[in-house]
DNA sequence: AAGTTAACAGACAGGTCTGTCTACACCCAG
DNA sequence: CTGGGTGTAGACAGACCTGTCTGTTAACTT
């Protein structure tokens, strides 16, 4: 991890680089390989060494949006600050940004299960990853004091997965609002005891 | 519509029956022309007699997932009594018995709006769909009284799109519950006035 | 200088996709 | 009996898909 800010140099990178945004502008079935090589300027044999088959790709796509998008919510949660119940709304910030941002096209992971049977490797690893963002919202209900912070996370968590997945039919700006105003009753609600 | 409740008769009803369940189960996409005559028993050229482009067969797929899940949230609404507040309410009971239906994939809308570019007429019947839903939410919670009407019918409407998102990951038979509770208190507190 | 490694360039096989086309069977009205 | 409408059966074109394979070039190591 020696890797500067800087366009990717080694051919890993370019290519994982382009797939992250031709799969998600596009949706991993609706981009070819070909595609792919040709946009990253690589070689076929060089994608294929590193990722043996498309599949290895797009975990590799969904382990970076993962990083990505995770971080955002851990980040907008922390600088809600330091009142567990303003971090439960202030993640909803995160949402605001991604809404704002060039190319919005909803939930990632929602839209990769879409394509992907489930049981196979890909679908399996949207679902997980959706339960460790649920995890790491429950913890945070539970030092917010709610009553029942695995009811409130779950709440919290559709509500998020529903604005970031009516982004890909429109990137309402009024989107955001509705649902962080919507975050703060709920955690009202279920803190009251 | 002199159609009996029985086997389609008519090709074209047995291609669309087809259509329905193939496209729903694995996404247009990831459906072949080929695919859905072998299933439906039916020549290729008399499928390309009523749907010229595959386009064709996806919008009158929407149509027919419109009609349906459209018709089973204002059923479940009816249901609920007569109070618009239960009501609002009671439309997640669609939620619930979606969730619970053999096969159940989530959203098809969603799912279909993100295999599909923006623009494209399959696209913006996805749009239109929600648009629809979310009016008819719209006159529902002006009825109830609610402060903001058209704020409240968007915070139901993304809670009710993350249930049914999430519904592509994983049928989790704890997310109707939660999501109707969450509907609860967010009705309660914009009809306080 | 020789060898190793990484990468590029692109042909190729075998399959699937959409959409068009020809040829044939049936049925019912005139 | 004839002719139009509806349907079946399936070949075909042209594009695209994944994944494999052969050769070549450049840089770094020993």
Redesign the pocket.
């Known amino acids: 991890m020696v890797q500067s800010g800087g366009a990717p140099r080694?051919?890993?990178d370019?290519i994982l680089d382009t797939a992250f945004r031709m799969f998600y502008a596009h949706g991993p079935r609706g981009?070819?390989?070909?595609?792919v090589i040709a946009e990253s300027?690589?070689?076929?044999?060089?994608l294929?060494?590193?990722f043996?088959?498309?599949?290895d790709l797009v975990l590799a796509y969904l382990d970076k949006v993962d990083q990505v998008w995770f971080g955002q919510l851990r980040a907008a949660a922390r600088a809600a600050g330091d009142d567990p119940r303003d971090q439960l709304v202030g993640m909803f910030d995160a949402l605001a940004s991604a809404c704002r941002s060039e190319g919005y096209h909803g939930c990632a992971f929602i839209n990769t299960a879409a394509e992907f049977e489930p049981g196979s490797d890909v679908h399996a690893r949207t679902v997980e990853h959706k339960n460790v963002v649920r995890a790491w919202v429950t913890d945070l209900a539970r030092r917010a004091g709610a009553d029942d912070p695995e009811r409130l996370a779950r709440q919290l968590t559709l509500l998020l997965d529903g604005g970031l997945a009516a982004g890909v039919l429109d990137a309402d700006p009024v989107t955001p609002d509705a649902t962080r105003a919507a975050a703060r009753v709920l955690v009202d609600a279920a803190c009251s005891g």
Chains 1, 2 share one sequence.
């Open positions: 080694c051919a890993r370019r981009v070819g390989v070909d595609t300027g690589v070689a076929k044999a060089t294929y060494k590193y043996p088959r498309k599949d």
